[in-house]
């Protein structure tokens, strides 16, 4: 029984799942129609911005038009980035999108110019398309010599030196391949054996395997969780099949820039890319374009925060915006009229009026109650915590009156609570006790106001100043 048990939580420690503030969200949550549905893919209200977002995002797909920018404004917690997200899940695999801060730029190693053309060249994918020669066949027989040492057993230390056979067939045909010591070092690292449906790159000399043959299914009486059983295949063995990769520019900028370039990949320690080797690179691939070998893929580049960039990063994204390599830029910001970082002069966002002319501006709402009340079902679910529906009325009511992130970060607080008093359900008495322990802005704008005197460099608001604190 002991056994049982530590098995079980051995599984269970293999399950690692983060919980992210944005992770309950699946997609834009809009029906055929490009219409927004109240609550769907983890969205909630914001339908004018959802179905503007969707207008975007079908923009993007057709991949037409590049260098749009698209600014989300709005107030803190009305879900800017919330939609930034839900448009990457929508988006899918095939499409890059890259996302930063834009406080980011000024911590880098790099310069500000150079860290933004990193990000924008990480945003463009390439489909490059290339013909390979594939023999591809189920195994019927494989057979490997190794040679004898000195001793009479097999060597194993001499590797170029083993041969070997392999018979391989389709439904209409059956042949015997000679293999050399690459090849037979590729078939052993994935563990191919006879019944197996496998492709062979004769280029590259890459073993792929594509299942177990469905007419060896009953070779045995227990087969693992990830056996995959796939049809013999027919015609030719060896055909011509059209392979496709799809890589980001700033992926080739690397790999260009520098001897073993493909390892600054993993390190992140890409360090500055010359102009000469970006030239290159575009021009290569506009050559690839024209003979159809190559596809570009303009994805998207999200900026949060972007009233932290100054004057320069403006000016350079104005001139950036009108390549014809550029992506769908989609920036956030929380900021009302404010000064333009860099300057003394004010402006709506904190960006200048030449680049907001270039701008379409998606504005989001506060959420109202109901929102409210939805939004928590839903991260309660995602963080599997079970609630009474008073509890969840209280808790809707705080993030009415303080903010929508105080309650959502409320709710594990009072799991751990409910817990603790060994209770399954968290209730009433859960969230208010939490509550107590942990002040939202207002409450400790308040405290800190009372208590000023005794804090250190202290300075003592007018009370329109305090008004204004509180509010915020």
Known sequence: MAEIKRLSESRDLTRIERIGAHSHIRGLGLDSSMEARDVSEGMVGQQPARKAAGLILKLIRDGKIAGRAI???????????????????????????????????????????EALTQAFRRAI????????????????????????????????????????????????????????????????????QSGDVVALDKASGKVTKLGRSIGRSRDYDAV??????????????????????????????????????????????????????????DTKVGEWREEGKAEIIPGVLFIDEVHMLDIECFSFLNRALEN?????????????????????????????????????????????????????????????????????????????ETSLRYAIHLITAAALACQKRKGKIVEIDDISRVYGLFLDVKRSTKYLMEYQSQYMFNEVLDEGDADEAMQS
């Open 324 to 400: 014809e390599m550029a992506p769908i830029l989609v920036i956030a910001t929380n900021r009302g009229i404010t000064n333009i970082r860099g300057t003394n002069y004010k402006s709506p966002h904190g960006i200048p009026p030449d680049f907001l002319d270039r701008l379409l501006i998606i504005a989001t709402q506060p959420y109202s109650e109901e929102e409210i009340c939805k939004i928590l079902d839903i991260r309660c679910d995602e963080e599997e915590v079970e609630m009474s529906n008073d509890a969840k009325v209280l808790l809707t009511k705080i993030g009415v």
């Open 224 to 281: 693992g969780p990830h056996t995959k059983f796939v049809r013999c295949p027919d015609g030719e063995l060896q055909k011509r099949k059209e392979v496709v990769h799809c890589v980001t520019l700033h992926e080739i900028d690397v790999i260009n820039s520098r001897t073993q370039g493909f390892l600054a990949l993993f390190t992140g320690d890409t360090g500055e890319i010359r102009a000469e080797v970006r030239e290159q690179i």
């Open 71 to 113: 600014l989300i404004a709005g107030q803190p917690g009305t879900g800017k980035t919330a939609i930034a997200m839900a448009l990457a899940k929508s988006l899918g695999q095939e499409t890059p999108f890259a996302s930063m801060s834009a406080s980011e730029l000024f911590s880098l190693e790099l310069s500000k110019t």
């Open 125 to 192: 994918g390439v489909r490059i398309k290339e013909e390979a020669e594939i023999i591809e066949g189920e195994v019927v027989e494989i057979s490997i010599d190794r040679p004898i040492s000195s001793n009479g057993n097999p060597s194993s230390s001499n590797a170029a030196a083993k041969t070997g056979k392999l018979t391989l067939k389709t439904t209409d045909m059956e042949t015997v391949y000679e293999l050399g010591a690459k090849i037979i070092e590729a078939l052993n690292k994935e563990k191919v």
